[in-house]
C-alpha cells in the first residue's frame, strides 16, 4: 500500500533563512508520480510541482527547488531565501502507476517570521 | 484555460438538515473529479471519485453521498448532517485516463454544523 510521510508538523524560520520540507514515500510500484501542494490561509490548494519515478533529476523553480531520491525513498522540498508569503501548509502526495487517486501527506505547517 | 467552482464558499447548518456542495469545471472535458475533506488542522480525506457520468467511487463509508450528473458536475450531498460532518469540502478535477495526472482544486467550502 501506498504512504507519505511528513514528520515535520511545524516549522519556523526567519524571513530570508532557507527551510527544507521533507516528504518519504512508500510504494511497490516502480511506476509513479510525487507531488507538491501549497495551501495558503485562504484554504485552496495550489499544485507546485509532478515529478515521474523514472525522473530522478532535481529540479528548481525560482526560490523553490525539489530534491529526488529513491534510494532513500524522498522527494524533499527546499525554499531559499524565504519570505512571508511562505507561510502556507505544504502537502506532499503520491500516485501509483496510473491509478487516478493521490495519497497525501499529513502536511507541514510552515511559518515564516518577519 | 480551466477552471474550477465551488459553492457555497461557506454554510452554516443545523444537525439533522440536507447538504448539498456543487463544483462545476470549465475548459475540459471528461475530467476525473473527487472530493475532499480536510479537518480543522488535519490532513486531507478522500471521500469520493468519479472518472465519468455516473461513476463513482467511495472511500469513506459515512452519512454522505456523491452525484455526477453532468460531465463536468459534481455533486455533494448528505440527508442528515452530524456535528462531525463539519469540515472544509474541496473538490479537485484531473486529466483523465491514465492516471498520474495533477490535481487541480477549487477554493473549498466551509462547513459548519451546529
Known amino acids: 500500500a501506498q504512504k507519505v510521510t511528513q514528520a515535520q508538523t511545524e516549522i519556523s524560520v526567519v524571513e530570508k533563512e532557507d527551510v527544507t520540507l521533507d516528504c518519504v514515500y512508500e510504494?511497490?510500484?516502480?511506476?509513479?508520480?510525487l507531488f507538491w501542494y501549497k495551501q495558503p490561509p485562504s484554504g485552496e490548494l495550489v499544485f507546485l510541482i509532478r515529478?515521474?519515478?523514472?525522473?530522478?533529476q532535481n529540479e528548481i523553480s525560482g526560490r523553490y527547488s525539489w530534491n529526488f531520491q529513491k534510494s532513500t525513498s524522498s522527494f524533499n522540498f527546499t525554499i531559499t531565501a524565504s519570505q512571508v508569503v511562505d507561510s502556507a501548509v505544504y502537502f506532499c502526495a503520491l500516485s501509483e502507476g496510473g491509478n487516478e487517486k493521490l495519497t497525501f501527506g499529513t502536511g507541514t505547517r510552515l511559518t515564516i517570521i518577519p | 484555460s480551466q477552471t474550477i467552482h465551488q459553492w457555497p464558499a461557506t454554510l452554516v447548518q443545523p444537525v439533522g438538515s440536507p447538504l448539498s456542495l456543487e463544483c462545476t469545471v470549465e475548459g475540459t472535458s471528461n475530467p476525473n473529479l473527487y472530493w475532499y475533506r480536510q479537518a480543522a488542522g488535519r490532513g486531507l480525506q478522500l471521500l469520493f471519485y468519479s472518472v465519468g457520468i455516473g461513476q463513482i467511487s467511495s472511500e469513506v463509508p459515512q452519512n454522505l453521498s456523491a452525484s455526477r450528473p453532468q460531465d463536468r458536475q459534481f455533486i455533494l450531498s448528505s440527508k442528515k448532517l452530524l456535528l462531525s460532518d463539519s469540515g472544509f469540502y474541496l473538490c479537485?478535477?484531473?486529466?483523465?485516463?491514465?492516471?498520474?495526472?495533477?490535481?487541480?482544486f477549487g477554493p473549498g467550502t466551509r462547513l459548519t454544523v451546529t
Open positions: 510504494t511497490r510500484d516502480t511506476t509513479y508520480y
Open positions: 515529478r515521474n519515478s523514472f525522473d530522478e
Open positions: 479537485a478535477w484531473s486529466q483523465g485516463q491514465p492516471g498520474g495526472h495533477e490535481q487541480y
